[in-house]
């Protein structure tokens, strides 16, 4: 089992950054990849962006390419989704997510095994 808890999110204006992090813990020694998605209220959770963990390799959503950055602290067992460049469309809750084998998709939610609780971000116009 992987318990993953997210932080970071918070109210910024649009223009603005935040820095989300995603804490891993338990049996992360299988970990392939982590992931961040999003969902507003009444839509679908979307993919954000992923990464492998140990290959370091790197996919973004067409929404989040250029604006956010993902990283990985493997010792620290965080992963990290800078955001910059905020609008209000951005506005949702944040999910984690990890998958502790080698994966064929990354783009759908039934692509990961495990999921943190979510943190709220809001942009304001």
């Known amino acids: 089992q992987v318990q993953l808890v997210e932080s970071g999110g918070g109210l910024v204006r649009t223009g603005g950054s935040l820095s989300l992090s995603c804490a891993a813990s338990?049996?992360?020694?299988?970990?392939?990849?982590v992931g961040w998605f999003r969902q507003a209220p009444g839509k679908e959770r979307k993919f954000a962006a992923r990464?492998?963990?140990?290959?370091?390799?790197?996919d973004y959503s067409d929404y989040a390419m250029g604006r956010f950055i993902i990283s990985r602290d493997v010792a620290k067992n965080t992963a990290f989704l800078q955001m910059n460049d905020l609008k209000p469309e951005d506005t949702a809750v944040y999910y984690c997510?990890?998958?502790?084998?080698?994966?064929?998709?990354?783009?759908?939610?039934?692509?990961?095994?495990?999921w943190g609780q979510g943190t709220q971000v809001t942009v304001s116009s």
């Open positions: 997510a990890i998958i502790t084998r080698v994966q064929t998709g990354f783009r759908t939610p039934n692509d990961w095994e495990y």
């Open positions: 338990g049996d992360t020694s299988s970990t392939y990849a």
């Open positions: 990464i492998t963990w140990r290959s370091g390799i790197i």
